[in-house]
């Protein structure tokens, strides 16, 4: 069976990103493959979380993206996409009219979805087939505008929380203190409940974080290492970030307030260690428009099927009708 592609759209605070996957069903519901990655530093929260409302220069640059990761899709020949924004288009007082906007431009209908609908979408991208079933993880997914965090526990998304606390909102001073407070309380609760260890870090920040770790492959990323890291980092400018790690501006000036998201949540938890999957918003849609895939095929197999058998018994009863009338025919000569 050849390739199916899907392609898979983030928007989020900081920049809006497209996956095209290709995805090999007779090899396996697990052997995916990146065709396409690209990540356009939009900023759309800088806005958002200062005046309330998508600017139109920022309009017309979403559109403009937007029309390329059409053209792309177009390419790509890809399936199925989904196009998700986050944080800043929910805060945004005029995000129907740039929705609106974008699909009568660019043909991409974008979904404005929740931190909880976040957190479900990451938990589906299936991080967790390689983690210990038994034991208890939180989840922390650190972006421009929001933090989600969720329990996994035995297997199972038990709980999920999102805070309007994020990179971007940090950097611009936009973080009411009563969300970090509401955040720990809702940590201590936890912890009074469950015993965690590890955390699922996920997000393009700790991606980096850990990789600038020099954390070996499938090695867990250890707290005391991120925050030495962390400081390391503070201690330069933007530009000489830029320089010394080769960061994009973009990701030099939010870096470390994502650092001190994550080792707040391990400090206030009590974990010693962060995995780091590399997977995220994005990969979660394209595992959900498999399955979607997957079960359109399916109802199609048992219709093809239904026709089948349906055809056949209509052959069946032409036959029978078919016989009695010879037979009837027959009798009646036979009488005559």
Not at 34 to 53: A, C, N, T, W
Not at 100 to 118: F, H, L, P, R
Not at 264 to 279: D, E, Q
Not at 281 to 291: K, M, N, Q, S, W
Request: net charge negative.
């Amino acid at each position: 069976m050849e390739q199916i592609k899907f392609g898979a759209i983030d928007i989020g605070s900081n920049a809006v990103r497209l996956l095209i996957m290709s995805i090999s069903p007779d090899k396996g519901d697990e052997y995916f493959n990146k065709e396409l990655m690209i990540r356009v530093p939009l900023r759309l929260g800088q806005e958002s979380f200062e005046s309330g409302k998508i600017p139109e220069n920022k309009r017309k640059k979403l559109i403009r993206t937007m029309k390329a990761f059409r053209h792309l899709m177009k390419v790509f020949e890809v399936e199925d996409y989904r196009a998700c924004a986050t944080a800043a288009m929910r805060e945004a007082s005029n995000s129907k009219e740039v929705i609106k906007s974008v699909k009568e431009n660019a043909d991409i209908k974008i979904e404005i979805i929740d931190g909880q609908e976040e957190a479900q979408i990451i938990y589906d991208s299936h991080f967790l087939y390689n983690l210990n079933d038994q034991h208890n993880y939180i989840f922390v997914d650190v972006g421009g505008g929001s933090t989600e965090i969720s329990l996994i526990s035995n297997g199972e998304l038990l709980q999920s929380f999102s805070y309007k606390i994020g990179t971007v909102r940090m950097l611009m001073n936009k973080v009411d203190s009563n969300e970090n407070d509401r955040m720990r309380n809702d940590l201590m609760a936890l912890k009074s409940m469950y015993e965690v260890k590890n955390i699922i870090a996920s997000g393009g920040n700790i991606i980096k974080l850990n990789a600038l770790s020099n954390t070996r492959k499938d090695r867990k990323l250890n707290i005391q290492t991120l925050e030495s890291l962390n400081n390391e980092i503070k201690q330069h400018t933007v530009e000489q970030l830029i320089d010394l790690y080769h960061l994009k501006a973009d990701r030099a000036d939010v870096i470390t307030f994502a650092g001190d998201i994550y080792i707040t949540v391990a400090n206030t938890i009590g974990a010693t260690h962060f995995i780091v999957p590399k997977t995220g918003l994005i990969d979660g849609i394209i595992h959900l428009l498999f399955e979607k895939w997957k079960r359109k095929i399916s109802k199609k197999k048992i219709k093809d099927l239904e026709d089948v058998t349906n055809d056949n018994v209509e052959d069946i009863e032409s036959e029978n009708i078919e016989s009695v009338d010879n037979d009837s025919d027959k009798l009646n000569n036979e009488t005559t």
